[in-house]
């Protein structure tokens, strides 16, 4: 089955602890994006690669980390979480054409 | 500023009326628009999308207007049924974004049909 997939599912952490959420897709796509779903903001982007070892920031990158080191797979680094990254994350990925799969999510709560 | 916008957080139905979901957009380079559904505890999924080029598409009950003009589109569902209750986000994507082809996306609609 073509998906996106995210883990954890449920984080709740304290502030400055690292943390990793990763993000994995089956379906050979070469774009790869993650998003945080914020009440009354709909979705905004962090980071987006367009290929392997190819990364760049989408429109909220700040204290946040990516890393593209295979296709398959696009890991979110939070280095030290505070409290206002407390959110609903989202991994996504497509071809270069415009549908675009998303992950189940991430609801990630930080003390 | 947020370039979409969906002034209605939420939208309440009843049940085989039509749902009509709105969304605004502010920049002119936007030309093409799609519009995902989201159950809770899920991830967003595709719905439906158009082309600046058209004013319209269809694709079962779902149809989607564009009106270029006054930088707004719609989202038609007819006849609403329950499980269409859900979030509904619309999102748009600039020309000039080129391959990497950005997504912009709107705050989204809770859309409720009551049986």
């Known amino acids: 089955e073509a998906q996106v997939t995210q883990n954890p ?7 400055g602890k690292k943390l ?3 993000c994995s897709q089956n379906m050979n796509h070469e774009y790869m994006s993650w998003y945080r779903q914020d009440p009354g903001l709909g979705l905004r982007q962090i980071y987006y690669s367009m ?4 990364t760049d920031k989408g429109d909220v990158p700040e204290g946040y980390k990516v890393s593209r080191k295979e296709k398959r797979n696009f890991p979110l680094i939070l280095e030290s979480p505070s409290p206002n990254q407390t ?8 071809q270069l054409d415009n549908e675009q799969f998303f992950g189940p999510g991430t609801r990630l709560t930080v003390l | 500023d947020q370039q979409v916008k969906q002034n209605s957080p939420s939208l309440s139905v009843q049940e085989g009326r039509i749902s009509i979901l709105n969304c605004d957009y502010t920049n002119s380079m936007f030309d093409y628009f799609l519009w995902y559904k989201k159950y809770p505890a ?3 999924t595709f719905l439906i999308s158009i082309s600046s080029i058209k004013d319209k598409n269809e694709d079962g009950r779902f149809t989607v207007f564009l009106n270029k003009s006054a930088k707004h589109l719609s989202l038609h569902i007819v006849p609403s049924q329950p499980g269409d209750s859900a979030v509904y986000f619309c999102a748009a994507i600039p020309l000039s974004s080129g391959s990497a082809r950005q997504l912009t996306f709107g705050s989204g609609t809770q859309l409720t049909v009551l049986p």
């Open chain 1, 51 to 54: 290929n392997v070892e190819v």
């Open chain 1, 87 to 94: 959110s609903l994350y989202f991994c996504a990925s497509r």
């Open chain 1, 9 to 15: 599912r449920y984080l709740i952490t304290v502030t």
């Open chain 2, 42 to 44: 899920e991830g967003p």
């Open chain 1, 20 to 22: 990793t959420v990763t």
